[in-house]
């Protein structure tokens, strides 16, 4: 039987949502990693300080494990002023501001629509070195929904980052090949950060014999070749700009499975025991570190993970549902069997 221990994984995309719901995600993602940096989509966004840290207590209040450690990103709205970048620069727990163009996923009706407008923050940020998340898709709806991430890379992100040379960015949740290549081809403070769903499936895995609600997300998943980029992306030895970001995305199952579904993965489960199946089928299980547990913290400047997490190949069932209080969650690949999991943590000492 194969097993490794790296250490304790990070997430740096991830959808907490609130209230009852954080009795399930918290409990999930702490089973796993060690930070998360929980995204503020909420309704309403979370667009200061003060709703972040309430919020961080909402989150501490369901942990189980003193350990856990949630970070945040603003919501970039219109509202969005000097006097909150610099405080936000000081508060340890925010990492950067997101900046979701207005329509391009769920809950972005606060978003930025026409970034030009907001320049004075840009470089305000620049100056504090805050980093800017981005949701990197145009929402022209002409424009095919596949080719919305390259677009915006082209017309928007490259002229944004020739403007702001010294930004810190991530590109949130890649999918194409030319978001691998354009990051790869950029500095060390701009990343991207990868789900784990984009590199295990394809487009066909959503919609070859029959349409599956399961794995519609926002960005779509792709064509089988830009699967191919993002999976030699994380598993090429000595690449730092790419991390762990899940995307973990639960909705309600009825609002997932109904006429006009939700896009979100539900992946926190199973993200770990995935991505590991796919490395050792990749015969790269020792590149997993680098990509779930190294490059982001590098990237955020902070500490690796004290602990390690020990994987081992050993046959489970992913849970049919997650419930509480009346709320229903079902999890990507539901039912079905994953070849290896994450057994237990232990500390150890970095130097
Ligand atoms: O699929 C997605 N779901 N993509 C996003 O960008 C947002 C997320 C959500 O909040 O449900
Ligand atoms: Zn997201």
Request: glycine residues 4%.
């Amino acid at each position: 039987m194969h097993s490794i221990n790296i250490i304790q994984p990070d997430d740096w995309h991830i959808h907490l949502r609130d209230d009852r719901a954080l009795e399930i995600t918290v409990a999930l993602a702490e089973q796993s990693f060690a930070r998360v940096l929980a995204m503020p989509n909420l309704v309403p966004p979370l667009t200061t300080v003060p709703s972040i840290l309430s919020y961080r207590s909402r989150i501490l209040a369901s942990a189980k494990n003193a350990h856990f450690n949630p970070y945040f990103a603003l919501y970039f709205t219109g509202e969005l002023n000097a006097n909150t970048l610099r405080e936000a620069k000081h508060c340890p727990w925010i990492l950067g501001v997101k900046w979701y163009p207005q329509g391009a996923t769920t809950h972005s009706d606060w978003g930025i629509q026409d970034i030009h407008q907001h320049f004075e923050h840009l470089a305000l940020m620049e100056e504090l070195a805050l980093p800017l998340l981005i949701h990197g898709e145009v929402t022209d709806s002409t424009i095919d929904i596949f080719d919305r991430e390259a677009r915006f890379i082209g017309n928007i992100l490259n002229p944004l980052q020739q403007r702001f040379p010294k930004l810190p960015i991530v590109l949130e949740h890649i999918t194409t090949r030319q978001a691998v290549d354009w990051v790869k081809s950029m500095p060390a403070h701009i990343a991207a950060t990868i789900t784990v769903h984009h590199l295990a499936f394809n487009r066909n895995h959503l919609l070859a014999g029959g349409l599956r609600p399961d794995y519609y997300c926002l960005p779509i998943l792709k064509q089988q070749d830009h699967q191919q980029a993002l999976q030699e992306a994380v598993m090429t030895s000595g690449q730092t700009h790419f991390f762990l970001g899940t995307d973990s995305a639960p909705h309600v199952q009825d609002k997932k499975y109904s006429a006009c579904g939700c896009a979100g993965c539900f992946t926190s489960p199973i993200a770990l025991a995935l991505l590991a199946e796919l490395f050792y089928e990749h015969k790269a299980l020792s590149l997993l570190e680098t990509f779930s547990s190294i490059n982001g913290a590098r990237f955020y400047q902070l500490p690796l993970n004290q602990q390690q997490v020990h994987l081992i190949q050993k046959e489970w069932m992913v849970p049919h549902h997650y419930t509480v209080d009346g709320l229903t969650f079902i999890p990507l690949l539901a039912g079905q069997t994953l070849s290896w999991q994450c057994q237990s943590i232990k500390g150890i000492n970095h130097e």
